[in-house]
């Protein structure tokens, strides 16, 4: 009977053991499939009403319009509890306006990057930077340029993001890398933001693993009237070939869209890799992806309003590029630059 005891308690341990291990060793992309569902098209869309409003004034660099803007997208990070940097003394990183000056081009004011933070649990000095511009090119003939595809598109997607990551960690499954959620200004009158913050980043740039960058995902573009299951894709490759596979191993496992390497040709006329703010981070080294949805009509011109935006559509963008950040912050080690950025 003792015996019988004994060995029905030692399978009892076993059995607790194995459980345990079980929960322990639960695949991380369990918890992710949690967390992206929280992206919302209704969040998106109540936010982006606000970002794209007449009030804003077009959000040009430095005006009230998007110092109005920018109290906006800090609330949100304060109602959401994710707090500014640590070593920081604010959700704002100052771009004077000195550094903005520019050839013959206009006389821009003082302006802001705006940043949120969510500290890593395991590696939390490795940095992985998810990045959007939240300004736009203000008023012309009294007509706001609302911008709500660029990049207010990417402004909110942005703020879903940190969302659904800060859910995850107030639930226990916070990325294990840190993440800086970097809203950068200046990029219309020459991507002015991101290379402030490049020049002078917060923390070591050697530490930032990776530049998620978004910039215009809200819409379908004149290329693709009739599919709205696709992205371009960006940059992925130039310096890194652990990011383009992490990338389309994260769509494949999420949201299935069409990726799109039209823009990603070396040799493609419009030359968009050097043109946002992504760029700043592979000039310096850094892995660097951007995703787009391509030019429309309404591409800086007053009728890029919030109205227009396919909602759905932006959630599956965010939720992408949410699948990818996921397993860049988890992974075992960072991408590996392999390639010379060409």
């Known amino acids: 009977m003792k015996k019988i005891l004994i060995l029905s308690f030692a399978l009892t341990l076993s059995f607790m053991s194995c459980t345990s291990q079980q929960k322990l060793a639960e695949p991380t992309k369990n918890s992710r499939d949690t967390y992206i569902n929280s992206i919302s098209s209704e969040n998106l869309k109540k936010n982006l009403f606000v970002i794209a409003s007449d009030e804003m004034e077009g959000r040009n660099t430095g005006e009230p319009g998007q110092k109005k803007a920018g109290e906006y997208i800090i609330n949100q990070y304060k109602k959401m509890g994710v707090p500014y940097p640590k070593g920081a003394d604010s959700y704002?990183?100052?771009?004077?306006?000195?550094?903005?000056?520019?050839?013959?081009?206009?006389?821009?004011?003082?302006?802001?990057?705006?940043?949120?933070?969510?500290?890593?649990?395991?590696?939390?000095?490795?940095?992985?930077?998810?990045?959007?511009?939240?300004?736009?090119?203000?008023?012309?003939?009294?007509?706001?340029?609302?911008?709500?595809?660029?990049?207010?598109?990417?402004?909110?997607?942005?703020?879903?993001?940190?969302?659904?990551?800060?859910?995850?960690?107030?639930?226990?499954?916070?990325?294990?890398?840190?993440?800086?959620?970097?809203?950068?200004?200046?990029?219309?009158?020459?991507?002015?933001?991101?290379?402030?913050?490049?020049?002078?980043?917060?923390?070591?740039?050697?530490?930032?693993?990776t530049d998620i960058n978004i910039d215009m995902i809200g819409r379908r573009d004149n290329l693709n009237p009739n599919d709205n299951n696709y992205i371009y894709v960006i940059g992925s490759d130039r310096l890194s070939s652990d990011l383009h596979r992490m990338n389309e191993e994260a769509n494949k496992e999420t949201v299935n869209l069409r990726l799109d390497y039209k823009y990603n040709d070396r040799n493609d006329p419009e030359q968009i890799y050097y043109r946002s703010d992504h760029y700043n981070f592979a000039k310096k080294g850094i892995p660097a992806i951007f995703f787009f949805n391509g030019i429309h009509d309404d591409y800086h011109k007053s009728t890029d309003t919030p109205d227009k935006i396919e909602y759905d559509l932006l959630a599956k963008r965010a939720k992408l590029a949410f699948a990818l950040a996921w397993k860049l912050a988890n992974s075992e080690n960072r991408p590996v630059v392999d390639k010379d950025g060409k």
């Open 92 to 209: 704002y990183q100052k771009v004077p306006s000195e550094f903005m000056k520019k050839g013959f081009g206009p006389k821009l004011n003082d302006s802001e990057n705006i940043w949120a933070f969510i500290e890593g649990s395991e590696k939390p000095n490795e940095i992985l930077i998810i990045s959007a511009h939240y300004d736009h090119v203000g008023m012309k003939n009294g007509d706001v340029y609302n911008g709500a595809d660029d990049d207010g598109s990417g402004t909110v997607a942005l703020i879903e993001i940190a969302k659904a990551f800060m859910e995850a960690k107030k639930a226990g499954h916070g990325p294990k890398r840190s993440i800086l959620f970097l809203h950068v200004t200046g990029e219309e009158h020459g991507l002015h933001g991101s290379r402030y913050y490049s020049e002078n980043p917060l923390f070591p740039i050697e530490n930032t693993i």
